[in-house]
């Protein structure tokens, strides 16, 4: 008997926050709501947003990452009943002890719009609904931790991005024209994603909303995944397999971008093709710039793991970006380099291993001529990438076919056709039958560093 009166108790005390879901489901404004549209509309003027491109938001999914999962211990402390979901009363209680100044009726409307899933309660990605809005209305409450401060201001940038007409709420069509300046074309599969965000199904996305979405996107999940080993970093394959997939996902939103950067790529390839013979004019002289190749390649790496600062998992887009600047990397074109780093990411992760930050230099080589990378060392390396690539691509079409290799390596030795063969299968890594600048890169990569 006890156990039926209390639930009726707390279906009653959740009756009002239902009839405010219900009022939110039919778009009408809150007091909350307005007040959050008039914060964003305010921020909009106030300051240009950091987020100038789906490029620049994809480069900081593993920003927002990391700051949101340290959200958990707060939901863990707010979950008082270790239910893995927030009750109305846990939040209450929480925002009781903190000494928030939030009305009853606001707190009640925070929970109502962070409730995407009209569970009448929250899960851990609802409950970064909450903290954005706490953190925008309410004075006493502060973010914990740096990290966590910078994931939500990269939240709010990513949303002014798409709010093309500063209103505090997104339309659909905004935020397609927003990702998608100047592109037509657009795959059904693209729309789709942005329609995730419209949670509602009201042609209008909140902040509330698109959070919610930002979060998967980054490869935030309700479920906790539990670490093995190094408590920050503990980045096992498997498990954090949803997590890449989700990354994943998103980027290919950017894959006009991608077909863009490898036109790009053929494009310069194919000039530099015009130019005078680079310092490569034989297989011997590949073969002689070998220790050239392993120097720089070994500066370079030098390089990445100061940057990473022991971390074994890579060097997040944001950090590589700055470790560029450190050295002394200005690029005329401000994009560029994130767009460079986007596309060096083969496996999607949205870290780049050593190996992955060499290429990024080797496109901005090939891509800004005449901008020297630092030091010297990994400027001469990556020229002689792009010269041996030259050397071989005797077409000029931006590729290598197995009939070019074979005369590249026979023009002066006579080598095996066999032995050159299985090179050309070595480099050839989808198995397309042409060879592109990154799978020769690869193979060069390994062969001065013994990895072959």
């Known amino acids: 008997m006890g156990v039926v009166i209390s639930t009726i108790a707390r279906a009653l005390h959740l009756l009002p926050i239902r009839r405010l879901k219900n009022r939110l489901l039919g778009r009408e404004h809150s007091s909350v709501e307005k007040r959050i549209e008039n914060i964003l509309v305010a921020r909009a003027k106030g300051r240009p947003s950091s987020i100038k491109s789906l490029n620049s938001l994809l480069l900081k999914l593993s920003t927002l990452e990391q700051g949101f999962d340290e959200c958990r211990r707060g939901f863990h402390n707010v979950d008082t009943t270790n239910s893995n979901t927030i009750s109305y009363e846990e939040l209450r209680e929480a925002a009781s002890k903190q000494g928030f100044a939030t009305a009853e009726d606001d707190l009640q409307l925070i929970f109502a719009h962070s409730d995407i899933d009209g569970q009448s309660e929250l899960t851990f990605r609802e409950f970064l609904i909450t903290l954005m809005y706490l953190n925008l209305v309410e004075e006493k409450f502060h973010l914990p931790t740096e990290s966590i401060n910078q994931a939500f201001d990269i939240a709010v ?117 015009k130019t005078e013979m680079g310092s490569i004019r034989s297989a011997d002289a590949l073969l002689m710039k070998l220790p050239v190749l392993t120097t720089g390649f070994n500066t370079a790496s030098r390089i990445f793991e100061e940057g990473e600062d022991g971390k074994e998992r890579g060097l997040e887009y944001t950090e590589l970006g700055a470790e560029m600047e450190r050295l002394g990397y200005k690029c005329s074109d401000k994009g560029l380099v994130e767009k460079v780093l986007l596309f060096s990411d083969a496996d999607n992760r949205g870290v780049l291993s050593a190996k992955e930050f060499v290429l990024a230099q080797v496109y901005l080589m090939l891509l800004e001529p005449n901008q020297d990378l630092v030091p010297s060392e990994v400027s001469g390396a990556c020229t002689a990438v792009l010269d041996a690539f030259k050397y071989f691509d005797t077409s000029g079409e931006g590729d290598l076919d197995r009939g070019e290799l074979l005369k590249g390596f026979r023009s002066e030795d006579g080598g095996s056709p066999n032995l050159i063969v299985r090179r050309f299968e070595e480099m050839d890594l989808d198995h397309s039958g042409v060879v592109s600048l990154d799978e020769f890169f690869k193979a060069v990569y390994a062969w001065s560093r013994d990895e072959a």
């Open 157 to 273: 940038d990513a949303f002014l991005y798409f709010d093309k007409e500063g209103t505090g709420v997104l339309k659909k069509e905004e935020v397609i024209e927003a990702a998608f300046e100047q592109k037509e074309g657009l795959p059904d599969s693209m729309k789709k994603r942005f329609e995730e965000m419209d949670a509602d199904g009201s042609g209008i996305v909140t902040l509330g909303e698109f959070v919610y979405t930002l979060s998967e996107w980054a490869g935030v999940s309700d479920a906790e995944i539990e670490d093995e080993g190094d408590e920050e970093y503990a980045l096992d394959e498997n498990l954090h397999k949803a997590s890449f997939n989700s990354r994943a996902s998103l980027k290919t939103l950017s894959v006009l971008e991608s077909d863009e950067m490898e036109r790009s790529v053929r494009s310069a390839i194919q000039e530099r093709a």
